[in-house]
């Protein structure tokens, strides 16, 4: 029984080794970004892309910031540390200032707007200056939901004017503070990762996600209501480090991007229906979910982004022509 012990310790070991070494010889697609592993976008990508590419790459995801923090992704990429990461057009915004214009609230209608827009070649120049620039390509659209309030205080919201004084959380960057801004309330830059813990303790009023990702990270279990202003219809990017997208053969880019549009369906197709049903689930949990003056808020939102200095560097033209987009 040693011998057998012994024997099956070396099938054991033998059988390790040459799977590490097989795995070893593939190039591995770390990526890292502040999102759950329960997040629709995460369950998409372990679905469709992780499977679809394992034949000559090795899908390695790192979730809650874990490799990078939250905002440092691109960078990270640019440098050459790091394969992949969801990205967002605000992160983009802060090294490319034109990506701005798709941080603008309600200028994208919904997620089959904000998918044609995309893929249309109106998005050519952004695509390629940030492939030349950065070194990253945006291989699809991921849908991440219509962001709404979500409040710790029950006062009943209508209109921007009574969100004066309130410390919302936004992500920290200048395009999601002066989102923050625009909606009335006080912006305070936070990572996606402390948002819990500050609506617990009080250190922040308020956030804004949609509302898939406030039952995903449980926000509603800290929080008191929801306020469906649908203020900006979230998109996130997924980015990929161009110098290893350049190493792969014209076949396994083919699969890489058949992949990487099939977990971004299927994650839009998940999101869309958690959208539709979570109102009557975060209404069972005690939370008012209602609709505020929306047209109140858009009116001052959009005015607020179209005499911004942001717009300053928007594309001629672009905003009719994304508007123009049926
Ligand atoms: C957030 O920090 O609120 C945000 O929703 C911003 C998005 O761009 C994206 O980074 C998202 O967090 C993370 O993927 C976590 O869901």
Same mark, same amino acid.
């Given at each position: 029984?040693?011998?057998?012990?012994?024997?099956?310790?070396?099938?054991?070991?033998?059988?390790?080794?040459?799977?590490?070494?097989?795995?070893?010889?593939?190039?591995?697609?770390?990526?890292?970004?502040?999102?759950?592993?329960?997040?629709?976008?995460?369950?998409?990508?372990?679905?469709?892309?992780?499977?679809?590419?394992?034949?000559?790459?090795?899908?390695?995801?790192?979730?809650?910031?874990?490799?990078?923090?939250?905002?440092?992704?691109?960078?990270?990429?640019?440098?050459?540390?790091?394969?992949?990461?969801?990205?967002?057009?605000?992160?983009?915004?802060?090294?490319?200032?034109?990506?701005?214009?798709?941080?603008?609230?309600?200028?994208?209608?919904?997620?089959?707007?904000?998918?044609?827009?995309?893929?249309?070649?109106?998005?050519?120049?952004?695509? =390629? *200056?940030? $492939? %030349?620039?950065? &070194?990253? #390509? !945006?291989?699809?659209?991921?849908?991440?939901?219509?962001?709404? @309030?979500?409040?710790?205080?029950?006062?009943?919201? =209508? *209109?921007? $004017? %009574?969100?004066? &004084?309130? #410390? !919302?959380?936004?992500?920290?960057?200048?395009?999601?503070?002066? @989102?923050?801004?625009?909606?009335?309330?006080?912006?305070?830059?936070?990572?996606?990762?402390?948002?819990?813990?500050?609506?617990?303790?009080?250190?922040?009023?308020?956030?804004?996600?949609?509302?898939?990702?406030?039952?995903?990270?449980?926000?509603?279990?800290?929080?008191?209501?929801?306020?469906?202003?649908?203020?900006?219809?979230?998109?996130?990017?997924?980015?990929?480090?161009?110098?290893?997208?350049?190493?792969?053969?014209?076949?396994?880019?083919?699969?890489?991007?058949?992949?990487?549009?099939?977990?971004?369906?299927?994650?839009?197709?998940?999101?869309?229906?958690?959208?539709?049903?979570?109102?009557?689930?975060?209404?069972?949990?005690?939370?008012?979910?209602?609709?505020?003056?929306?047209?109140?808020?858009?009116?001052?939102?959009?005015?607020?982004?179209?005499?911004?200095?942001?717009?300053?560097?928007?594309?001629?033209?672009?905003?009719?022509?994304?508007?123009?987009?049926?």
């Amino acid at each position: 029984s040693l011998l057998q012990a012994s024997l099956a310790g070396a099938a054991v070991a033998g059988f390790g080794l040459s799977s590490a070494r097989a795995q070893a010889d593939k190039p591995l697609l770390r990526m890292s970004a502040p999102l759950t592993p329960t997040d629709q976008r995460a369950i998409g990508l372990e679905k469709h892309f992780g499977p679809a590419v394992a034949g000559f790459a090795t899908y390695q995801p790192h979730y809650n910031a874990t490799l990078f923090k939250q905002g440092t992704e691109l960078e990270a990429i640019a440098r050459g540390n790091l394969e992949m990461s969801i990205t967002s057009a605000q992160e983009l915004a802060t090294l490319i200032p034109a990506w701005s214009i798709f941080t603008a609230g309600y200028l994208l209608r919904d997620a089959e707007h904000q998918k044609k827009v995309f893929a249309s070649d109106l998005m050519d120049g952004l695509k =390629k *200056t940030t $492939e %030349d620039k950065l &070194g990253v #390509k !945006l291989l699809s659209v991921m849908y991440l939901g219509r962001r709404q @309030l979500n409040l710790r205080s029950e006062k009943e919201i =209508k *209109t921007p $004017e %009574d969100l004066a &004084g309130m #410390k !919302l959380r936004m992500p920290n960057s200048e395009a999601w503070l002066f @989102l923050g801004k625009a909606l009335g309330a006080n912006p305070l830059p936070m990572a996606f990762t402390e948002i819990y813990t500050a609506l617990q303790t009080g250190a922040i009023d308020g956030q804004d996600n949609p509302l898939p990702t406030d039952k995903d990270s449980k926000f509603y279990e800290v929080t008191k209501q929801i306020v469906l202003t649908s203020h900006l219809v979230d998109q996130n990017y997924l980015a990929f480090s161009k110098k290893v997208w350049d190493k792969f053969t014209p076949d396994q880019q083919a699969t890489l991007q058949k992949a990487a549009d099939a977990a971004a369906e299927a994650a839009r197709q998940a999101q869309l229906k958690l959208e539709d049903d979570l109102v009557d689930f975060f209404k069972q949990q005690g939370l008012k979910v209602y609709a505020p003056d929306v047209a109140a808020f858009r009116k001052k939102v959009q005015a607020d982004y179209l005499t911004s200095k942001f717009a300053k560097d928007w594309p001629a033209g672009l905003v009719d022509k994304i508007n123009a987009i049926q």
